[in-house]
């Protein structure tokens, strides 16, 4: 990875204006991350009604390539957490499933509300994920990038705004 972070710094150095029209794009690690980070906030159902998730649930809402899941109690991960802020056991809970929304994260309020359980993803105010996990595909990035014939690879969203 150190490589890779030298690389695109010495490519930041002598940035090139683009031209106006469609290109593939391909989201660098980092910037993917955050992306996800956000989704997995947004699907919090204390969020559920401003969010641009409201009624997508159990539809198709991504694309069927993608699958997220929170799970906290994969051992040794930042995340990794054995009780959620009501104490409630926590487990794995699939977010989106090959593009369909199959949850909200909810707490024992959120859950009332929606005529539905705790997912276990209470904090100290709302509901969040905790340990965010994407089902991988089966290339790396490196294969990614080759096959791009006129597209950008964006490795960096800092100062987005929604």
Known sequence: MVRKAVEI???????????????????????????????G???????????????????????????LYDDPTL????????????GDPTRRNTIFENGVLKTYLHNT??????????TANAGI???HP???????GGKTLDKLITGIDMGIWVTNDWYLRY
């Open 9 to 39: 710094a010495k490519m930041a150095l002598n940035p090139v204006e683009g031209e106006p029209g469609t290109y593939e794009c391909l989201l660098g690690p980092m910037t993917f991350a955050h992306l996800v980070e956000q989704l």
């Open 41 to 67: 906030v947004w699907s919090s159902a204390f969020d559920a009604e401003m969010s641009f998730l409201t009624g997508l649930l159990g539809q198709e809402a991504a694309s069927r390539e993608f699958t």
């Open 75 to 86: 051992a040794g991960t930042y995340g990794a957490a054995p009780f959620d802020a009501e």
């Open 109 to 118: 309020a959120t859950a009332k509300k929606f005529n539905t359980s705790t």
């Open 125 to 127: 105010i709302v509901p």
């Open 130 to 136: 905790f340990n965010l996990v994407v089902k991988t």
